[in-house]
T-cell receptor, first 115, second 114 residues
C-alpha cells in the first residue's frame, strides 16, 4: 500500500536561507508524487508534481523537489526562503485502487520563516 | 464564480444535529472528494465520487453520508453530529481518473460540534 512520511512536523528557517522539507514514500509501484501548500485559513494549492518524467521537478514560487527511487524520497527544497513561504506543506502520493485514483497525504510540515 | 466553492465556511452545531456541507464546482470534473483535516493527520479521505450517482467510501466514512445527483454538486451530511467530527472539511475535484492527475481544492469549511 502507498504511504508517505513527512519527517519533520515543524521547520523553522531565517529569511534568505535554504528550505528543506523531507518526505519519504512507500509504494508498490512507480508512484506519482505531489507537494501541496496550505497558507493559513486557505485551501490547498499544488506546488509541483512528479510523474515519472524528469526526476528533478520545478514548481511554483521557486520550489523544487527531487525524486530519488533508491532512497524512496521526494524532498522539497528552495534556495532562499521568503516570509510569504510560511505555510503548511503536504507531501502526497497517488494510490490506485479499485479502478480509482486517490491521494494519500502526509501529516504535514509547518514551515516558519523568521526575519 | 468559476472554480470550486464550499458553504458554509464556518459552522457551529450541537451534538446530535444533522449538518450538511455543500460543495460546488464549475469545471464539470468527473471526480469529487471530501476530506477532513485534523492536527497530526494531514487530510483523510471521507468519501469520493467518480460521477453522478456513483459514490464510494474513503478512509474515514463512518458518521457521514454523501450524494451526487448532479455532476457539479457533492454535499456531505453528518446525520447526527458528534464532537469527534469537529474538523476542517475540504472538498476537491479532478478531471481525470488517469495517473498522473491532480486535485483542486475548495477553501474549506470549519465545523465545530459543541
Amino acid at each position: 500500500a502507498q504511504s508517505v512520511t513527512q519527517l519533520d512536523s515543524h521547520v523553522s528557517v531565517s529569511e534568505g536561507t535554504p528550505v528543506l522539507l523531507r518526505c519519504n514514500y512507500s509504494s508498490s509501484y512507480s508512484p506519482s508524487l505531489f507537494w501541496y501548500v496550505q497558507h493559513p485559513n486557505k485551501g490547498l494549492q499544488l506546488l509541483l508534481k512528479y510523474t515519472s518524467a524528469a526526476t528533478l521537478v520545478k514548481g511554483i514560487n521557486g520550489f523544487e523537489a527531487e525524486f530519488k527511487k533508491s532512497e524512496t524520497s521526494f524532498h522539497l527544497t528552495k534556495p532562499s526562503a521568503h516570509m510569504s513561504d510560511a505555510a503548511e506543506y503536504f507531501c502526497v502520493v497517488n494510490h490506485f485502487s479499485g479502478g480509482y485514483n486517490k491521494l494519500i497525504f502526509g501529516a504535514g510540515t509547518r514551515l516558519a520563516v523568521h526575519p | 464564480d468559476a472554480g470550486i466553492t464550499q458553504s458554509p465556511r464556518y459552522k457551529i452545531t450541537e451534538t446530535g444535529r444533522q449538518v450538511t456541507l455543500m460543495c460546488h464546482q464549475t469545471w464539470s470534473h468527473s471526480y469529487m472528494f471530501w476530506y477532513r483535516q485534523d492536527l497530526g493527520h494531514g487530510l483523510r479521505l471521507i468519501y469520493y465520487s467518480a460521477a453522478a450517482d456513483i459514490t464510494d467510501k474513503g478512509e474515514v466514512p463512518d458518521g457521514y453520508v454523501v450524494s451526487r445527483s448532479k455532476t457539479e454538486n457533492f454535499p456531505l451530511t453528518l446525520e447526527s453530529a458528534t464532537r469527534s467530527q469537529t474538523s476542517v472539511y475540504f472538498c476537491a475535484s479532478s478531471e481525470s481518473p488517469g495517473d498522473p492527475y491532480e486535485q483542486y481544492f475548495g477553501p474549506g469549511t470549519r465545523l465545530t460540534v459543541t
